[in-house]
């Protein structure tokens, strides 16, 4: 009898050791495909960023040659327009760069967390200083073409309103969809740490 508890006893050991090691498995798969899912969302959002700052730069390179075809319009809009594309660039450069760094098979959560958190914060800042730049720029660009006395002033005007109303849309459109992306991530991430 005595040995039967014994054998009993053993075997519901091993199968309790069993079982652990199951769920500790299937744990480790979930952590790994979610910690995956995560890696992918970010990296939609770099490709983004990639493509923000890209666009940016090949306007930095043409943007002066088009303005200096625009008879009239001052260097000085020129250089300012530059150098705005090029703070646009440098910004979202530096908001990116640390999601750039996340490793995601090794990573802490709570330092990604804190990263992801941070990236949210700015892209939720970020219209609150582009928009504003964007605004003046574009009173700018109209007041220099109004200044070029064309005839042709109406339809530039038009063009470059319907231009930075298009632009804006899908500007702000884009950062929504960051921000998105970004509180599904820290939603990932609280899934895990629980």
Wanted: one cysteine or more; a neutral charge; hydrophobic letters at 50%.
């Amino acid at each position: 009898m005595m040995e039967n508890e014994k054998l009993e006893m053993e075997q519901m050991k091993s199968e309790l050791a069993s079982l652990k090691y199951i769920l500790s498995e299937r744990l480790r798969v979930e952590d790994r495909s979610i910690r995956n899912a995560m890696a992918l969302q970010t990296d939609h959002i770099n490709r983004k960023a990639t493509f923000i700052i890209v666009l940016s730069l090949l306007t930095m390179v043409t943007a002066p040659g088009i303005f200096s075809g625009l008879n009239g319009l001052s260097v000085a809009f020129s250089v300012a327009t530059d150098v705005m594309l090029g703070i646009s660039a440098g910004c979202t450069f530096a908001m990116h760069w640390p999601m750039w760094r996340i490793n995601w098979a090794t990573d802490n959560l709570v330092t990604v967390a804190e990263t992801v958190q941070n990236f949210r914060r700015q892209y939720v800042l970020w219209p609150r200083i582009g928009l504003p730049m964007v605004c003046l720029w574009l009173l700018w660009l109209l007041w220099e073409l109004y200044g070029v006395g064309d005839d042709t002033f109406w339809i530039m005007a038009s063009g470059a309103s319907v231009g930075a109303i298009i632009g804006g849309f899908c500007g702000l459109s884009m950062n929504r969809h960051i921000v998105r992306s970004a509180d599904d991530i820290l939603r990932q991430i609280d899934q895990l740490k629980r």
